[in-house]
């Protein structure tokens, strides 16, 4: 049976802020984590894999850290790729053209929720996070 994964509530995603988590996931048989960050434009919720399709690394080399200085784009901490929040494209920097791979993302009775049979709940594999961005616990509805 397919699950829904409550990733967190809605108003924790405030316009035109970012908010990362942790997630883990099987894959192969592994826990592997699973970086991704959730944006809201528009009242529109957005969610992308934390991956820069330059080299692969976070967004956020500060954890948490994902928009450039006027906080209008995403930007890679690395080598300060930016992205657009409504589309997870970039138009600047070295992955120029590319895009942060989307995720599908339902909202389920104010919460923000996932469809992945591969999810499953995180068990300590994250990166550290700062006080203020607290891992998130991923549940079963
Ligand atoms: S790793 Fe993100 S721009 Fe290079």
């Not at 690395?78 to 995720?103: R, S």
Request: glycine share 10%; aromatic share 6%; hydrophobic share 35%.
């Amino acid at each position: 049976m397919t699950e829904l994964f409550v990733i967190c509530e809605t108003m924790e995603v405030q316009e035109e802020e970012v908010r990362g988590f942790v997630l883990a996931r099987q894959i192969e048989g592994e826990m592997k984590p699973w970086p991704i960050l959730m944006t809201r434009k528009g009242g529109a919720f957005h969610a992308y894999e934390n991956v820069c399709p330059h080299a692969g690394n976070r967004l956020d080399t500060v954890p948490g850290e994902f928009l450039d200085e006027e906080g209008n784009f995403l930007k890679c901490g690395t080598h300060g790729a930016l992205f657009d929040l409504e589309t997870g494209h970039c138009f600047i920097g070295p992955c120029k053209g590319e895009n942060l791979k989307p995720i599908d993302i339902v909202i389920d009775d104010g919460d923000i929720c996932m469809i992945d049979d591969t999810l499953t709940e995180e068990d300590g594999l994250h990166l550290h996070e700062p006080d203020e961005h607290p891992e998130v616990m991923i549940t079963s509805d």
